[in-house]
């Protein structure tokens, strides 16, 4: 509703667009939303789709964000969708640290040789893999260098 606070003042959507760290295309489109219908046109109207974090989760990110993003190091309180992303980034890496993995299985197959799996990451991985580039001087062009 910042957006909306700006339009009534009449400010310009380059100045909205740099207070609240958006592109102005997307001001644009929000002032054309608010002139056709006010500010409930401006309304959220929920997620796109469903959420991946379940209810569980976001018990556990919940008093995180409610101390807000100065509690957690930020500049300022604005909850952006890209320090959310930093902070289920921050918490599942905390969990890496102690020991969970969301994708490390419960048990090991039956059938796993471990014998053949070191075995081909010995001998077959090394020839398969790309090899190194040689360091030395490189070419800034992308065109090959005349050949003398």
């Known amino acids: 509703m910042l957006a909306a606070d700006g339009f009534v003042r009449g400010?310009?959507?380059?100045?909205?667009?740099k207070e609240l760290r958006v592109s102005v295309r997307s001001v644009e489109r929000w002032r054309?939303?608010?002139r056709e219908g006010g500010r409930q046109a401006l309304r959220p109207s929920g997620p796109a789709k469903r959420p991946?974090?379940?209810h569980s989760d976001f018990a556990?990110?919940?008093?995180?964000?409610?101390?807000?993003?100065?509690?957690?190091?930020?500049?300022?309180?604005?909850?952006?969708l890209s320090r959310v992303r930093l902070l289920i980034?921050?918490?599942l890496e905390l969990l890496r640290r102690h020991g969970w993995s969301c994708q490390q299985p419960a048990r090991r197959a039956v059938e796993r040789d471990d014998a053949a799996v070191s075995g081909w990451v010995k001998e077959i991985w090394p020839?398969?893999?790309?090899?190194?580039?040689?360091?030395?001087?490189g070419?800034?062009?992308r065109t090959k260098p005349l050949s003398r």
């Open 32 to 34: 054309r939303s608010w």
């Open 52 to 54: 991946k974090l379940g």
């Open 89 to 91: 980034a921050d918490q």
């Open 139 to 141: 070419w800034s062009s």
């Open 60 to 80: 556990v990110l919940e008093p995180l964000l409610l101390e807000g993003a100065m509690a957690q190091g930020w500049a300022d309180e604005r909850w952006t």
């Open 11 to 17: 400010e310009k959507n380059t100045v909205i667009a």
């Open 127 to 137: 020839r398969a893999k790309p090899p190194r580039r040689r360091s030395g001087h």
